[in-house]
């Protein structure tokens, strides 16, 4: 009898060491649901606030936007984004277009007068990226009388501005949030489709010819995309005439020169090196991988 209420408590303990491990799961699950839903929240209120900015700017409306831009402009910098210097030129050109075009107010904020003041207060910044676009805008100002036979005309004609600028707008959006602005799926069956064409060709070439294709990881022939489909350059080591890939990533050498990794495992001798474009030499371990 003794035995069998030692047995009992043992399976008595195995149950409540078993209901701890699923609170434990449970509570795990938890805070994974509750964290993938916040995390939904913070995004789909990213995305009303980039609605909300794109309304304003199909309503001729740019402040929302420039407001944006300023906000993460050091995040843009680094990306090497011009969209705030964007939006300031068109608001500039905006102003400059007067009531009877942009249907502002008729004061001094507005026409000639307004646009040279917010040339001065928010243009003047820009003038160490932008300087010839700004010598352009404040040049035009000699033309007023007759801008339409000038030199700047076209630097005024903003049929498609303000989509475009929404358009840029859209995309560095995303970016910031590591997002495509577009459809991946929709990129990838576009680019297919350019793509398929020329390996039919390529194949049934390839089988005319009794060879069999061998690259496994790359296309064996060039397909020319659209630049709006193009989201990195593609790196061909000098030395050995080979598309750099994950397993044969580019490494920069001390000097700044680029090859592949197993062209410089090649030219490599132990743990030494010696540039095959310079007289520089190092150790293996001063070789960098870089990502384009």
């Known amino acids: 009898?003794?035995?069998?209420?030692?047995?009992?408590?043992?399976?008595?303990?195995?149950?409540?060491?078993?209901?701890?491990?699923?609170?434990?799961?449970?509570?795990?699950?938890?805070?994974?649901?509750?964290?993938?839903?916040?995390?939904?929240?913070?995004?789909?209120?990213?995305?009303?606030?980039?609605?909300?900015?794109?309304?304003?700017?199909?309503?001729?409306?740019?402040?929302?936007?420039?407001?944006?831009?300023?906000?993460?402009?050091?995040?843009?910098?680094?990306?090497?984004?011009?969209?705030?210097?964007?939006?300031?030129?068109?608001?500039?050109?905006?102003?400059?277009?007067?009531?009877?075009?942009?249907?502002?107010?008729?004061?001094?904020?507005?026409?000639?007068?307004?646009?040279?003041?917010?040339?001065?207060?928010?243009?003047?910044?820009?003038?160490?990226?932008?300087?010839?676009?700004?010598?352009?805008?404040?040049?035009?100002?000699?033309?007023?009388?007759?801008?339409?036979?000038?030199?700047?005309r076209q630097v005024f004609e903003i049929d498609s501005a303000f989509d475009d600028v929404a358009v840029s707008f859209t995309r560095e959006f995303c970016s910031l949030l590591g997002l495509s602005a577009e459809s991946p799926m929709y990129v990838a069956v576009t680019a297919g489709s350019i793509a398929l064409p020329r390996l039919i060709k390529y194949t049934a070439y390839m089988r005319e010819k009794k060879t069999e294709w061998t690259t496994e990881n790359e296309l064996a022939f060039e397909t020319p995309l659209p630049e709006s489909m193009i989201y990195h350059p593609i790196f061909v080591c000098p030395v050995s005439k080979e598309q750099t890939t994950e397993q044969n990533p580019a490494m920069m050498l001390p000097c700044g020169h680029v090859v592949c990794r197993d062209s410089l495992h090649r030219i490599a001798k132990g743990s030494r090196y010696k540039c095959p474009y310079c007289p520089t030499e190092g150790h293996m371990k001063d070789a960098m991988r870089i990502t384009f």
Request: overall charge negative; aromatic content about 8%; charged content about 35%.
């Open 1 to 152: 009898m003794r035995r069998d209420d030692d047995d009992d408590d043992d399976d008595d303990d195995d149950e409540d060491e078993d209901d701890d491990d699923d609170d434990e799961v449970d509570g795990a699950d938890g805070d994974s649901d509750s964290a993938m839903h916040n995390l939904s929240e913070d995004l789909q209120d990213r995305f009303s606030e980039m609605y909300g900015i794109l309304a304003q700017l199909k309503q001729r409306n740019l402040t929302p936007a420039i407001g944006w831009a300023r906000f993460n402009n050091v995040r843009l910098e680094a990306k090497g984004s011009n969209l705030e210097f964007e939006l300031c030129k068109l608001q500039y050109i905006w102003l400059f277009k007067g009531h009877a075009e942009n249907g502002l107010p008729d004061d001094e904020t507005n026409g000639q007068r307004g646009a040279r003041a917010y040339a001065h207060q928010h243009l003047s910044r820009f003038q160490s990226r932008h300087l010839h676009e700004i010598q352009q805008l404040a040049c035009a100002l000699i033309f007023i009388s007759n801008l339409e036979a000038s030199p700047y």
